[in-house]
Structure formats: C-alpha cells, structure tokens
Nanobody, 126 residues
Framework: HVQLVESGGGSVQAGGSLRLSCAVSGHSYSTYCMAWFRQVPGKQRVGVAGIDSDGSTSYAGSVMGRFTISKDNVDNTLYLEMNNLKPEDTAMYYC?????????????????????WGQGTQVTVS
C-alpha cells in the first residue's frame, strides 16, 4: 500500500508561483511512476507532470517550461513547483503513484494495474 497526502495549494494571482508537496509512505513506492494530475469540475482528470523510477520526467505541453516535478527520496516527498501561473491552471491537483498495466509515465496516459491517489489540493489562479 502507498499513502499520499498533498499540501501547498491555495489562491494566487496570475504570474505568481506555488509549490505543491506530496508526502509519500508505503513500501516499494520507489518503483512507481510518481505524478501530478489535475481536474476541473465536469472534465476528466489529466496528467500534468510525472517522474519515473529512473528519474526521467515528463510534462503536459500546457505546463512545459513553467512547472517542475521533483522528488526527495530522503524525506519521501514529491514536489510540483509551479511558476508563471495562469487562470487556466485553476484546478484540483492530485498526487498519484502509478504502475503497470498499459500506463506510460512518459505520456501520463493509460490504465495502470496499481494506482494510489491523494485527496487533492485546490489551486486557484485569478
């Protein structure tokens, strides 16, 4: 089992920055793709950024160059640094640990065999 707890969301003006954190616990999560997804009401959850077990990263085109995903294996925390925020970045952000199935960390699409999700943290950009 993997447990995920997000924090760091909030309200910010356009052009501002936020850093999301996700505290990770549970055995063998190091073999998972760790990722951030976001969802707005009435729409599907979409991948924002991912970091694979080998450290390789991937980003949605809409956040490339503005968001940075990283993980700290010492304090077991996943981060999402978000800069130059835009109103369209407003969403509930979820931390996820995903593995197996036809899920591909490089594109953040597919159906994983194993998946764990946090409860979400709201980001509002005005």
């Amino acid at each position: 089992h993997v447990q995920l707890v997000e924090s760091g969301g909030g309200s910010v003006q356009a052009g501002g920055s936020l850093r999301l954190s996700c505290a990770v616990s549970g055995h063998s999560y190091s073999t998972y793709c760790m990722a951030w997804f976001r969802q707005v009401p009435g729409k599907q959850r979409v991948g924002v950024a991912g970091i694979d077990s080998d450290g390789s990263t991937s980003y949605a085109g809409s956040v490339m160059g503005r968001f940075t995903i990283s993980k700290d294996n010492v304090d077991n925390t996943l981060y999402l640094e978000m800069n130059n925020l835009k109103p369209e970045d407003t969403a509930m952000y979820y931390c996820a640990a995903l593995k197996g199935g036809n899920f591909y960390c490089g594109s953040l699409v597919g159906r994983p065999e194993n998946e764990y999700w946090g409860q979400g943290t709201q980001v509002t950009v005005s």
